[in-house]
Nanobody, 121 residues
Framework: QVQLVESGGGLARTGGSLRLSCVVS????????MAWYRQAPGKQRELVAG???????NYGEDVKDQFTISIDTAKKSAYLQMNSLKHEDTAVYYC???????????????WGQGTQVTVST
């Protein structure tokens, strides 16, 4: 089992920046991928950004060139630097991780509880 703790959410003004952090703890042999998703009121949860242990990243179309994901597998952490925030970025942001718990095992997926990001106009 793993636990994910997100932090860094809060209130920001349009054009401002926030940096989200996610720390994973528990029984971890290795981390395969880490990602950030978001869910705005009345909308489906969507991928914001993801990264794998080899450094490959991918982004949702709406946040390319605006957000940057980074992960530190040694610290079992993921970060999301959010710049030029817009009102439309208001959502609950969730950390997601695929963790291998033991040698030869398949990765298992886990979610954090989410952190609220509110961008005021």
């Amino acid at each position: 089992q793993v636990q994910l703790v997100e932090s860094g959410g809060g209130l920001a003004r349009t054009g401002g920046s926030l940096r989200l952090s996610c720390v994973v703890s528990g029984t971890i042999f290795s981390i395969d991928t880490m990602a950030w998703y978001r869910q705005a009121p009345g909308k489906q949860r969507e991928l914001v950004a993801g990264a794998n242990s080899r450094g490959r990243t991918n982004y949702g179309e709406d946040v390319k060139d605006q957000f940057t994901i980074s992960i530190d597998t040694a610290k079992k952490s993921a970060y999301l630097q959010m710049n030029s925030l817009k009102h439309e970025d208001t959502a609950v942001y969730y950390c997601n991780v695929n963790v291998v718990h033991g040698p030869g095992e398949y990765p298992l997926n886990s979610w954090g509880q989410g952190t609220q990001v509110t961008v005021s106009t």
